[in-house]
């Protein structure tokens, strides 16, 4: 063979002449003749082998060029026989390598057959995924595929040979071809061939799929092959930038193919030159659209992910990066850091540098903490939170993360405050220091392990030796000090100076018995520094003692021979010695040895660790809960995933039992009515999980377990929390749990005492009974006779609070709970269980229990609910009280007169107080049977009628013959709905008679009580005690619920009590009942709403707060007609309480929901509000008008409200009057339309404009006018804002035009009698029948105009307290207001029902 294949760079060379033995491929064969061509090359590689492809490079060459012409099938076979004659080689090729006897023409025969066959596969591969790439994106589009006989089974088929392709082409590259070439040198056209193959085939769009995994590995390993025998390292790295800045779904891809070519192919400098040329690249680069940035981002998280360990060298290069505007880098580089503290900088084993680059590398996520970007701050959350749950965070920066962390709960992206709640319960779930996080537990345990470390401290602080000093150091100081002293004193004195001298050393110095003492005394002088008194001693110690060796030395008694004397004593005859600056040492103790030594110093390094720990715990405790009280209010947010977050949270720190955690889990029991099943699913779950699923060894420990959670949560609960904590209970009893059985038996041990409980589980475990009940009426209608002995029995007035929470219990049995539609379940009256009530309810008439009001209100609820006759045994409770009453009354008067006759003058105060104690608790019971009585009638006696008539309806119908059915059955169906129409009728007049005539007759004990309450009501001065008072208030508003004629007899004396009454509670209460009599009697109470409009300006707040609330409930269910008084409720919404203005801020939410409702109402809010008699500040005003006015969206309302408001400047007197209507034209949502209807109404306010008030307002609204306004309508505004700075400057005389001048002095006739709404101009090619119709703004003109003070005459009502006359404290006739327009109610039915 004597020619070489050189590789072409394009297909078209090789039919060009070439070089010197150059391939060149001779004929082209045409598409028809492909099939036989083929089958000549496939007998050919049967009979010769894989080097038959010399011969038949022309065959396989012509199918490439007739590519877009020839069916699938000749592809396909090309195809096939390529990959055979690659294998072949691939078979062929081991053995002649390594033979030793290869020839030069066999090696090039060889060589040229390996480079045809991979040039034709690779070459074939590339066009067969182009046209599989064109067929799915047909496929995509939804254009019917031209389905050939073979065409459309083509692109399925190559998903099947294309692995075929690659795993011939990695057998053949595994074997060292590289021999075949001249010098081992591999031609690069020839390792482009097979690399460009590879990359088109990875620029697949399924490429990233699973179903493809199998070809991507294939792919990578090829790529593999060739960056570690052909020197492709280069290439690869530059080709995936290029794939990654065009493709982004490869970046998984990539980011494997490089961890595998770096870790299984040696080729690690790969990955420093990808992430050098991505850290490369400039931010303004990144920022634009194409740039690949999302890519890269994504491909170094992957990387990381892989193989946090290679990018380590790297990372100077990246870190750049988090100064760069792109956050989607800012994030990779973030997780880069994640896994890197993860993976490979964690653990103790660190050396110095990797502890300081694990610092730097912390440093650097914390302050990614506060990046501008909120998808930032979410990733490095979400980081830390990997961090944290792998343990790798030091323990160093916990506090300082966890603070951080709870700063994050302030942010205002609802995903970063999502991230920080699963931080932070990552951070209790996996903390260091303890399964129970409690400050307060903590607290003791720190203060006795620091005080025991304080004394350890003090312990070893002792066994210090002291510190000595030489006496030579010593000298040496004093010294010069001391020579002064000596020369002073040796200095020649008068007579009279040293008699004085020696009267003072006779005082101050004492004789010593011998030389020794006095030198010792000379120098302890010396040693506390009393110069003076050693040198004089010194110079006296020499005539007392001259023959002493101490003192031999002041013979002559000169400064120096005194020195060394001094020096002598001091130091002592050798300079070795030395002497103590304090005390003499401590003497060590005997016996004690270099390990007790140490000893000591381990435990105190052990003791301060754990007070160290300690500290650390209950920071971290700390800071847990300052994060609950944050995280509680969240609970109730509208994103449903923070809501979400924050369940978790909060069962998370419950099971650490962390501080206040029950606080979070009881806020969100509500949540289980939320209407987000979502939501409401998450707080099931978590209870059940906190509640409902116990761990013990037993079913019976489990049950305990179960009990004692459930308890902890129903003390001190209040109403709405047991009410919510019933609907999961109920759920966890209805659902057939194993458990069912043994808590509920474990619920009656408790209450019956039978394990010693406190009063507050007893009471928890019958509401829990209670819970129970109403998924399985037989747990307490079983035991029925317990509960009444146990809890109503003969201790009953010991403890009312379990009495009434037993009869909440035993309500849930009764068919008010549950729909029943069978027969009344109802027990008769002489049962065991109303026996107890009875009993219990007439003796704590005349007891002075607290708790026995909440009781009673119960007890009668369940007589009325479960007794036959009720009525009759309600009527034996209040003839039973009013005598045990009277007989207490009794005896104490008899009390009261037998001690009047011993102690004259004396009075008894305590006896007039417990009766009017019980008289108030006598009126209540009253008042409540009334209301029950009333209820009575129209739920359950009217329900069982129409019960009875339906029964009895059924039997008449079935009794019928069916011939007659047949025949008339439309007829008789008509006839039996108007029956039963009528019937409900009657059975309604009915009810209503009875409550009219019967209730109050004479011969019902209800009326006997009537009087006594209107007497107590309209005599406050007598009968002033507040319980008494507020008693008989609720009383009365019972009885005026018995009928209209009741109502309307005591109506004023009502009305008087709600703004006479001087106690907050009592008007607070009477606020509840009016709400109650409106929605039962709305035409007697409609007059006097107005009186109940003026308590939302009472001066206590619970007042304010409990008409707003009444108010809300009863404008919202249309019960009261919305007027102009509720500018009232407008002024709610600046109240200096919270509660009481975001309960006005609802109400105004709600109304706004109704069509045009605030709309209707602001011209009467502003009328009123703007009042000069209110005295509203300016600022006020500003705040509630800009709330109401938030609600006005729709441009119509606007378009009318800025002529209504415009119109209202005319009938305005004051100047505050016009600066409230500028600011609330400011406050509008202006658009073209307004400014059109600010022009036309420009005489209106155009004199008004020189007050600054009016003129900056009206100012402000051209500029909102100006933003995003087209070049037309900012010419408008500007044109508008400069008249209305020039009549501001100048004055409106100044500027007007002789045109307008002429027209004002036209329209002046009209303006001088009445200011009247010019009509607008758009208005006169209007047709005749729609010119009498009257403007919008003339019809509002009227209710705008600001209401005149009405001069009315109010008799003064004072009460009375000594005069028999009661009727002197009601309202009388004349202040009655009248029924003006009556309102249609429901029937009673109706009511009731709803």
């Known amino acids: 063979m004597s020619w070489d294949f050189c590789v072409p760079v394009c297909l078209g060379d090789l039919v060009k002449t070439g070089g010197i033995n150059q391939y060149v491929v001779q004929d082209v064969v045409p598409p028809k003749q492909l099939p036989s061509q083929l089958a000549r090359f496939k007998a050919a590689l049967r009979s010769q082998g894989p080097l038959c492809v010399t011969e038949h490079f022309d065959t396989g060459y012509s199918v490439l060029q007739h590519s877009n012409t020839v069916n699938f099938s000749v592809k396909e076979d090309a195809l096939e026989l390529l990959i055979q004659v690659v294998s072949g080689l691939s078979a062929s090729l081991p053995s002649l390598l390594i033979s030793t006897t290869f020839s030069a023409a066999e090696r090039k025969q060889q060589l040229n057959a390996v480079k045809m066959s991979v040039f034709l596969l690779c070459k074939l591969s590339e066009m067969l995924e182009s046209d599989s790439y064109k067929q799915a994106i047909v496929t995509a589009s939804g254009k019917p595929a031209k389905k050939a006989k073979a065409g459309g089974e083509g692109p399925l088929q190559w998903d099947v040979e294309r692995e075929k392709v690659l795993q011939a082409l990695i057998q053949l590259l595994q074997l060292d071809i590289r021999s075949l070439w001249s010098l081992s040198l591999v031609e690069e056209e020839f390792i482009s061939c097979m690399t460009c193959c590879c990359y088109k085939l990875l620029e697949s769009p399924t490429i990233s799929h699973v179903k493809s995994k199998p070809i991507r590995d294939s792919i990578i390993h090829l790529l593999g092959l060739l960056i570690k025998k052909y020197n492709h390292l280069l290439g690869a790295s530059v080709k995936v930038i290029q794939l990654l800045q065009h493709f982004e779904q490869l970046s998984s891809v990539c980011a494997q193919a490089v961890y595998v070519w770096s870790t299984e192919y040696g080729a690690r400098a790969i990955v420093g030159e990808v992430i050098r040329e991505i850290g490369q690249r400039s931010s303004e680069e990144l920022a634009r659209e194409g740039s690949g940035v999302k890519a890269f981002s994504t491909f170094l998280s992957e990387l990381s992910a892989l193989g946090p360990g290679l990018i380590i060298p790297n990372m100077s290069v990246l870190i750049t990066h988090l100064e760069g505007e792109s956050h989607s880098m800012r994030v990779a580089v973030c997780e880069v850091l994640g896994e890197i503290l993860v993976h490979v900088l964690c653990g103790d084993g660190l050396d110095e540098s990797g502890k300081a680059d694990r610092d730097r590398f912390f440093d650097t996520l914390q302050e990614h903490l506060h990046d501008v970007h909120s998808y930032v701050r979410t990733r490095v959350l979400q980081v830390y939170t990997r961090i944290v749950n792998s343990k790798a965070l030091p323990l160093c920066r916990y506090s300082e993360v966890m603070e951080l962390t709870v700063g994050r709960l302030m942010d205002k992206s609802k995903n970063v405050v999502k991230s920080a709640i699963q931080l932070l319960a990552a951070f209790i779930a996996h903390n260091p220091y303890s399964c129970k996080l409690s400050s307060a537990d903590l607290q003791k345990p720190l203060e006795k392990e620091t005080a025991k470390l304080r004394e350890m401290k003090a312990i070893l602080e002792g066994e210090k030796p002291v510190a000595v000093i030489k006496a030579s150091e010593l000298w040496a100081a004093m010294e010069p000090e001391l020579q002064l002293t000596a020369r002073a004193e040796l200095e020649p004195r008068s007579e009279g100076e040293m008699e004085q001298a020696e009267m003072r050393e006779e005082g101050e110095l004492e004789e010593a018995e011998d030389d020794r003492a006095t030198a010792v005394q000379i120098a302890q002088f010396l040693r506390v520094n009393k110069y003076r008194n050693a040198v004089r001693l010194c110079i006296r110690a020499h005539s007392r003692f001259p023959q002493s060796e101490l003192f031999s030395s002041l013979s002559t008694l000169t400064t120096e021979t005194l020195i060394e004397t001094l020096a002598l004593l001091f130091k002592g005859p050798e300079d070795s010695d030395e002497i103590s600056q304090d005390l003499p040492p401590m003497p060590q103790k005997e016996g004690e040895t270099e390990g007790e030594k140490d000893r ?146 474990v619920l009656w041990e408790r209450f019956t005492g039978k394990r010693e409980t406190s009063g507050l589980y007893k009471r928890a475990a019958v509401v829990l009974l209670g819970m129970a009940a109403r998924a399985k009426r037989e747990v307490v209608l079983s035991n029925l006779e317990t509960l009444c002995t146990v809890a109503l029995g003969e201790n009953v007035t010991e403890d009312f609070l379990l009495a009434r929470d037993s009869v909440i219990t035993i309500c849930h049995i009764t068919d008010h709970v549950r729909q029943s539609k069978g027969p009344p379940f109802r027990l008769n009256h002489d049962h065991q269980l109303f026996t107890c009530l009875t009993q219990a309810i007439t003796e704590g008439v005349v ?31 209040l003839q039973r009280s009013a005598y045990l009453l009277q007989d207490q009354i009794t005896k104490g008067e008899e009390l009261h007169n037998n001690a009047s006759r011993m102690t004259e003058g004396s009075q008894d105060e305590q006896t007039e107080q417990v009766n009017c104690v019980c008289l108030a608790q006598l009126l209540s019971l009253c008042g409540y049977v009334a209301f029950w009585q009333v209820s009575h009638l129209e739920r359950s006696v009217s329900a069982e009628l ?100 009741t109502c309307e007899e005591h109506i004023r004396l009502l009305f008087t009590v709600l703004e006479r009454s001087p106690l907050p509670v009592v008007r607070a209460n009477t606020i509840i009942a009016i709400g109650d009599l409106l929605v039962r009697f709305p035409n007697i109470l409609e007059p006097w709403t107005q009186n109940l409009y003026a308590r939302l300006s009472d001066d206590v707040p619970s007042v304010r707060q409990t008409a707003v609330t009444v108010l809300t409930q009863l404008v919202l269910k249309d019960v009261l007609k919305v007027k102009g008084q509720v500018s009232e409720v407008a002024v709610l919404l600046i109240d200096p309480q919270p509660h009481i203005a975001s309960l006005a801020l609802n109400f105004f939410n709600e109304l706004a929901s109704k069509d045009n409702a605030i709309y209707n109402l602001l011209p009467d809010i502003i009328s009123r509000l703007s009042d000069p008699e209110r005295g509203m500040s300016a600022a006020d005003f500003n705040t509630i008008m800009k709330q109401l006015f938030s609600y006005i969206t729709k441009e119509r309302q606007t378009e009318s409200l800025v002529e209504k408001l415009c119109q209202r400047f005319r009938t305005a007197k004051t100047e505050r009057q016009w600066c409230d209507l500028a600011v609330s034209l400011s406050l509008l949502a202006m658009c073209e339309r307004c400014l059109k209807r600010l022009q036309e109404c420009w005489e209106c306010y155009s004199d008004k404009l020189t007050e600054p008030g009016v003129y900056q307002p009206l100012l402000s609204v051209t500029a909102k006018l100006r933003r995003g306004a087209k070049s037309q309508l900012k010419a408008q505004v500007d044109e508008f804002e400069k008249r209305l700075t020039a009549v501001h400057t100048r004055g409106l005389e100044n500027i007007e035009s002789p045109e307008m001048a002429e027209e004002q002095k036209e329209g002046g006739a009209s303006d001088n009698t009445v200011a009247r709404t010019p009509q607008a101009t758009r208005g006169r090619g209007r047709s005749k029948k729609s010119q009498h119709k009257p403007s919008v703004s003339s019809r509002a003109d009227d209710t705008f105009v600001t209401p005149q003070k009405k001069k009315s005459k109010k008799p003064v009502i004072t009460f009375s307290s000594d005069e028999e006359d009661e009727e002197d404290a009601v309202m009388t006739e004349s202040e009655t207001p009248k029924v003006t327009t009556p309102i249609a109610r429901a029937s009673r039915r109706t009511r009731i029902r709803h």
Not at 863 to 877: D, H, M, N, R
Not at 989 to 1008: F, H, Q, Y
């Open 600 to 745: 000591e110093d381990t435990e105190m390094k052990k003791q301060e660790m754990l007070v160290q720990y300690l500290k650390d715990t209950e920071g971290f405790a700390l800071q847990v809960e300052r994060a609950i009280a944050v995280i509680n209010t969240m609970l109730y947010w509208k994103t449903t995933s923070v809501v979400q977050e924050a369940v978790q949270f909060c069962v998370t720190v419950c099971e650490f039992s962390v501080a206040n955690s029950l606080t979070g889990v009881r806020r969100m029991l509500p949540l289980v009515w939320s209407t987000d099943a979502t939501i409401k699913d998450a707080v099931v779950q978590a209870y059940r999980r906190l509640y409902l699923n116990p761990q013990g060894d037993s079913a019976r420990a489990k049950a305990h377990t179960l009990v004692d959670s459930l308890s902890e949560l129903i003390v001190d609960a209040s109403l709405g929390t047991v009410q919510c904590l019933e609907e999961i209970v109920q759920e966890f009893f209805a659902s057939g749990s194993t458990l069912q059985s043994t808590v509920v038996q």
């Open 847 to 877: 007891m002075e229990d607290p708790h026995w009001q909440s009781f009673m209100e119960q007890a009668v609820r369940l007589i009325y609910f479960l007794a036959e006759s009720p009525e009759k045994l309600c009527t034996q409770v």
């Open 946 to 1045: 129409r019960r009875r008539r339906g029964d009895r309806e059924e039997k008449e119908k079935s009794q019928s013959s069916k011939a007659k059915q047949t025949a008339n059955e439309s007829a008789v169906e008509e006839e039996l709905g108007l029956i039963g129409a009528t019937a409900d009728d009657t059975e309604a007049e009915l009810i209503r008679k009875i409550c009219e005539t019967e209730l109050l007759s004479e011969d019902n004990m209800l009326s006997a009580f009537l009087p006594l309450v209107v007497r107590v009501c309209g005599s406050p001065g007598r009968y002033s005690h507040p319980q008494l008072t507020t008693a008989a208030c609720l009383a009365l508003s019972q009885f005026m619920m018995i009928s209209p004629s």
